[in-house]
T-cell receptor, first 117, second 113 residues
Framework: GAVVSQHPSWVICKSGTSVKIECRSLDFQATTMFWYRQFPKQSLMLMATSNEGSKATYEQGVEKDKFLINHASLTLSTLTVTSAHPEDSSFYIC?????????????FGQGTRLTVV | DAKTTQPPSMDCAEGRAANLPCNHSTISGNEYVYWYRQIHSQGPQYIIHGLKNNETNEMASLIITEDRKSSTLILPHATLRDTAVYYCIVRAPLYNQGGKLIFGQGTELSVKP
């Protein structure tokens, strides 16, 4: 299967600072990438859909000014958590799909565990 | 997006078949059924997907009822490494909101020796 890589795998930051998480599709081009977050013992919650070269589409209740998403190339999308606070501590996961084929599966990164102290 | 209903947890003996059910009674004709699993603290792993016909790959089989209102994921010979949370997802077509995947609560499968 295709490979999606996230970096970093884990990060600890101080409250008030910003953190950038990268999501790369290593062996395919991804027009569309998705960002999720997951709290302990809960399911994945979709945050936004990221389209290459255009603005991300955020799910209801997700603050677009706090979670900045950039999809500048077909292989890279970034999520920046701005002015992070302890309640932003979570497991952030990206996924990407090969849009050249219809109804193909989405591949997920390994996730990034963010801890804000 | 069509919603899915799965049992919160299931047990299975190692070496036996694990049959995970999923109800999706509001599915529409052009929506696919996808199955993913998530092992603790990892990203979800794709298992299989289908539209109308039954599907089989090296990991599992997917049985979709004729009316498409439910499906069953079958792991033919479960191993301890199959212990995970299994998610059944009905995904909208690509032209509808980019075909995003909305995760429900899933089924926590425990494979026991």
């Amino acid at each position: 299967g295709a490979v999606v890589s996230q970096h970093p795998s884990w990060v600890i930051c101080k409250s008030g600072t910003s953190v950038k998480i990268e999501c790369r599709s290593l062996d395919f081009q991804a027009t569309t990438m998705f960002w999720y977050r997951q709290f302990p013992k809960q399911s994945l919650m979709l945050m936004a859909t990221s389209n290459e070269g255009s603005k991300a589409t955020y799910e209801q209740g997700v603050e677009k000014d706090k979670f900045l998403i950039n999809h500048a190339s077909l292989t890279l999308s970034t999520l920046t958590v701005t002015s992070a606070h302890p309640e932003d501590s979570s497991f952030y996961i990206c996924s990407a799909r090969k849009d050249i084929l219809l109804n193909t599966e989405a591949f997920f990164g390994q996730g990034t565990r963010l801890t804000v102290v | 997006d069509a919603k899915t209903t799965q049992p919160p947890s299931m047990d299975c003996a190692e070496g036996r078949a694990a049959n995970l059910p999923c109800n999706h009674s509001t599915i529409s004709g052009n929506e696919y059924v996808y199955w993913y699993r998530q092992i603790h603290s990892q990203g979800p792993q794709y298992i299989i997907h289908g539209l109308k016909n039954n599907e089989t790959n090296e990991m599992a089989s997917l049985i979709i009822t004729e009316d498409r209102k439910s499906s069953t994921l079958i792991l033919p010979h479960a191993t301890l490494r199959d212990t995970a949370v299994y998610y059944c997802i009905v995904r909208a077509p690509l032209y509808n909101q980019g075909g995003k995947l909305i995760f429900g609560q899933g089924t926590e499968l425990s494979v026991k020796p």
